[in-house]
């Protein structure tokens, strides 16, 4: 070898050659390793190859999984039945439930050779199912926090058949009134009450997200086969399970969202249509989301916005960017126009989150503290090892998806289809993609690093998870692209994929819903696994007895079933800005805690004494922030009921747990 | 005449019976069937045969219709918040003018938009076999449900007495209403003693409840002009007199 390289270099001492040896491995090294890479993130696999001829729909297999999929529902419902009972083998029944249901299905949808109608089909009843999770946590009534914040503004409309009431709970939910509306609508209709309704409505939304998504994904890559996947895929995002299928505006947002996604595809791609169907056919979609989410509308924005500047760089007609334009134009300003017509009040709602969240982010990228502990909750309690190894094992699939998906998706999206990615990335550099959608949904996937990063900070955390049902968008898109040139071979790797999609779900819902995903025993402070029938019937009994519409102070828990099933007008700081914690938690009345009674103009006070018993599940028991004020040790039950030794404060109810004064002479007194 | 737009003819018929059930009847059962169309489809489907819209499936074109009837439905709050017909009978005229309105655009323009049928060879293939595993399956899920409902309304982890005393009202003043329920599992026989200034005023004995029964009596107090007082009503239950089991207060007068 070494005289061949000698003669090949012209060389002519030997001292030269021991060098060059080394230079060469590395050179052949770094090439192969290169060559592994782009085979890694690379070439492009054309969407012919993708979607092989597949057979008509195997009704077997369907009626196979049906049936597996109803058993699997049945597991989880006896999970949560030993749940309640903390019963040992209830999370086993419970999480073997939730896989059992998405694994077999996940397995199917994604398999090579499967029809469009069967995957579609498939993808429907999987949606229904992973609903109907949540409606097996609480099938009788509203259980989750944010859905008594809308049952608030529901019941108003149902009731006074008026828009826009005050909501002291959300004081910005009878602003964005479009699911309350809808839901009111069908109540009206067919005189269902609320929650029967909601659950309608909700079941009806989940089914037409999870159409609209497939129609959207296939319109941008034209293969139904990656659209089902990436289905499959965004289903992992935390929200999808519970927090976008829970009564509240966010639920209805999304579907919106991903319609006017799809109707703006849909307008774009029909080139015979005339304007005014255009016009007609995506509006009304970005003005139902103006009215119905803020955050949802904005985002519509920033997409839309995006989706015109693409269209504008690459080579297109004056009429499509005049369209694109004017899409944009309309993503805007609706959202801007609402916000000016109902005063902007999502300014301050939203405003101090989003600055908190993002000087934490910054405060942690340059190496300061303050950072969330993953998988631990508030009072300390931590999630099982088994799951925080699922919920870290989805991240890492979907970094992996990303990684070998992006430029492949980059790629596709090119002018040409590319087999090889420097000629499809240079395609790209000089703007010449056939499809801004596509550029557009791989380039969100840049937001996946930063909604981790949010997550990992504390008040950034939520800004992280509101992210994530937008980012995922392209998350999916993405990894299905990965995941189709991964498993086009071998019927293992199928099987595989099947596996993958699963822990990505499972982690969406552990990271997203967590331990209290499962129903255990009443916990302090712990939204849904704080409402029970005594705290409801205590509310009920306050209806009835001291009638509707009086000034109640009470925890966050009793504030909610107070507002909904008590009819009551509840204090809170984010309507009255006023702080009621110090009025319960301080060992005696001084002047603060009177003048926050007088100012609050309180009627009652609900002490629950199941306060002084454990530690906040979420953090605090009154407002957030309190522990900095009242320390991080649950309030004693003497300072709970400091209110029997005054003498003109009567004690009108008592069940043991839950205790009701009447503070009116307090609150009068000069 | 109607040629390939029968269709808008079903659609404006189901959408003006919605309307009849709505106005003639309370049946929550005929109000759904005519209801959750006229919500979820009908105005979409015939706004996008009005618009003249084509999609490329029978999926999508579906979708964008339902999606178009809420849509339609989001409107009509503010339209009917506006002229404060934000009722019942409001919704359904709303909805109804709506269909009808977009089905009559629809059927006098000379291209309305195409509505793709669903394929027929869909269904192909389908068995009464498959059915049944399908029927099972649907038994199943809505067993898991009745479950899921039954256990919900029977299991409770906290089990109680709920005792309370309130004044009657500004026009009965010293009259107050002592009432107690049993949440408990079991049936209960309580003591309630009332006090006033600390010497018991009245006092009820061996009071029966079954779980989930409740009782009230009523009390008024001796008159006092002026001066501050305060109305105590203790609940035992029976047999255990050492233990107060729950108690209420109320401060009367003194203003």
Redesign the interface.
Known sequence: MIPELKKQHGLHTVIVAPRRLPARCLHTLFRAGAEFVLRVIGPVTRIETIDPPSPPINWDLIAVLCLSASIALMLITIGHYGGRRSESWAPLLFWGGVMALFLPMATRISWPTVSRGERILLLLILALSIFAIKLLYAPTAFAHYDEFLHWVTASDILESHRLFLENSLLPVSPLYPGLEILTTALANLTGLSVFPASVAVLAVLRGLCICALFLLYERVCGSPRIAAIACLVYMGNSNFVFFDAQFAYQSLAIVLFILALLAEAVSGDDRHARWSSLWALVLPFLAALAVTHHVSAYFAALFLVLLAALDFLRPNTARERARVAFVAASAVALPIMWSWLIGNPSADYLGPVFERGMSEVVHFIGGGSGTREFFVAADGSRTPIWLQAIGITAVAIIALGLATGFLRSIAMSSSKYRQNVRAALFDILVCQWRNSRFVLLTLVTLGFPLSIALRLTTSGWEIGNRMGPFVFLGVGLVTAVSIVCFSQQTWWRAQVVGVALTVVFLGGVVTGWGVPAERSPYKVSADALSVEPMGVEAALWSRTWLGEGNRFATDRINRLLAATYGRQDVVTSLYDRIVTTNVFFARTLSAGELGAVKAGNVDYLLVDLRLSEAAPFVGHYFEQGESEAVGAEPPEAAALLKFNDLDRVSRVFDNGWIVIFDVRSLRDAR | MLGNKRDLLGVFLWAAM?LVA?AST???AL??V???P???FLPGYALLRA???????A??WH??A???S?????????VL?GV?F???L???VW?TFMTAAASGAAAFRSAAGRRLAW?R??V????A??GA??A??????A???T???R???G????H???????PDGPERPGAL?I?V?N?ETSASAFDIEVLLDGRAIAVWRSLPLDPGETLTEEITLPPASGR?R?AEAWLFKSGERDLV???????IG??
Do not use: C
């Not at chain 2, 809420?70 to 503010?78: N, S």
């Not at chain 2, 192909?124 to 068995?127: M, S």
């Not at chain 2, 109680?160 to 309130?166: K, L």
């Open positions: 919605a709505v309370n049946s929550v109000r759904l005519a209801g959750v006229l919500v979820f618009l003249g819209l084509t999609a490329r499936s999926l999508e979708v964008l339902i999606g178009m809420v849509v339609i439905v989001i409107i009509g709050g503010f918040n404060e934000l009722s019942p409001g919704w359904a909805l394929p060879q869909a192909a293939g389908l068995t076999r498959h595993t399908l099972v399956a649907a038994l199943v899920a067993a898991a449900f479950i899921a409902v256990d919900e309304y299991y409770r982890q906290f109680y007495t709920e005792f309370w005393m309130v209403t009432g329920k949440a501050a305060k089991y729950r108690k209420v207060s109320a401060a003194g203003d």
